[in-house]
């Protein structure tokens, strides 16, 4: 009968036994946070246009609170100025929500 595979191998070499690294500590969060100040300019700049779409959109209902109390009050000035405020409002933010999807997404790439 001939050897079989198991009766002509040599013995394996004793094993080294396998240390898993230490745990770090602070969880994902804290490796998240250390990969996106990789990249502070797109990181702030995402921030930044976050709170400035924020703080407009918390300014709108003023504006608007302004031209009704200018109207029920029988005010005879003209409304164009607070219509150009509330179109340029619109675009400031319509501008600040583009920058901060793209910076957002550029992040989001470059962590990956």
Known sequence: MPPTDLQTRPEAAPRAEIVAPPAETGGWLRRLTGYC????????????????GSVIAAGVPLVVRAVVDDVVAGGT????????????????RFAAGFVRRFLAGRLSLDVQ
């Open 37 to 52: 100040l990789r990249h502070r300019g797109d990181l702030v700049g995402a921030f930044a246009a976050a709170l400035l």
């Open 77 to 92: 000035g003209s409304v164009a100025a607070y219509v150009w405020l509330l179109v340029a409002a619109g675009a400031v």
